[in-house]
């Protein structure tokens, strides 16, 4: 950052970090950010948003958020809201809705629409599948091996509704048209089959640099190890791809992406470090 043009005196917004969470700034096996320590207090000091953007929930967010004592704005539930804490003068918060400490922009949908939706498809066509919303806490744990934790935080989305496909491969094609032409998208868990807005985490990162005050002079910088974050990397002024000990760099079509050589928080913290200080 160059400080001698730094002389506003409200913060002066050059850059906007997005980035996932888990195998990005936390440590794929620990769920760390320890070793991104150095990089965040730096950002701190210099007002620069660390804007955590994933596929977790609020409320998941929120107590990541207390733990690092971050104040900034996160989007959840992949690209579905974007959160701006109300005394957040930085970003324009216009049209957003009041929650609590948080102010709310909605780029996905209700998971109350998608679950109308999907009782009223399986009244029309009989499919057979499971919907989270149908099942009680042990429930989700009787079917799927999840902890406890792990069921309640499925329980406790509010854009998107993981099911469990129990007809054919066929009539699974025959469902994915249906959905996609409600008006949602699908995308493909380790077991589970996530029904959500069509929306992604770079349409979210996107909306939220246009509240910024100071958007023609900011650059995002956005990482991320996985598929999912590649609509955010190819959005960004810089992609990072953050080395994962457990899968290879996903295929991004930016030339011009940074390959870290460190994994996880670690790589994340290095590279911000050169990029920025
Ligand atoms: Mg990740």
Not at 89 to 94: G, L, Q
Not at 96 to 117: F, H, P, S, W
């Amino acid at each position: 950052m160059n400080n001698e043009e730094n002389t506003q005196a409200a913060p002066h917004v050059e850059y906007l970090i997005s980035t996932d969470l888990d195998g990005t700034l936390l440590d794929h096996h620990t769920y760390s950010w320890a070793e991104a320590s150095p990089a965040i207090n730096l950002l701190k000091e210099h007002a620069i948003p660390i804007v955590i953007n994933t596929s977790k929930t609020r409320e998941e967010v929120i107590a990541l958020q207390q733990e690092i004592e971050l104040c900034d704005p996160f989007i959840v539930e992949n690209g579905s809201a974007i959160f701006i804490h109300a005394n957040d003068d930085r970003f324009e918060r216009r049209g957003m809705v009041q929650q609590g400490n948080l102010l709310c922009e909605t780029l996905g949908i209700a998971r109350a629409v998608i679950t109308d939706k999907l009782k009223s498809l399986r009244a029309e066509t009989g499919f057979k599948f499971t919907s989270f919303s149908e099942f009680s806490v042990q429930d989700i744990i009787d079917h799927t091996g999840l902890s406890e934790a792990g069921a309640q935080l499925a329980q406790n989305r509010a854009y998107s509704e993981p099911l469990i496909w129990q007809d054919s491969d066929e009539n699974f094609d025959t469902f994915k048209q249906a959905i996609l032409s409600a008006g949602f998208k699908i995308l493909h868990g380790g077991r589970f089959i996530h029904i959500l807005g069509k929306t992604n985490k770079g349409l979210a990162a996107q909306s939220l640099m246009q509240r910024m005050k100071y958007e023609g002079q900011t650059q995002m910088i956005a990482l991320g190890d996985s598929g999912n974050d590649l609509d955010m990397l190819n959005i960004a002024s810089t992609p990072v791809l953050i080395k994962s000990p457990a899968h290879d760099f996903p295929n991004c079509i930016r030339a011009d992406a940074i390959k870290t050589t460190a994994y996880g928080p670690k790589g994340w913290n290095d590279t911000i470090i050169d990029l920025i200080f």
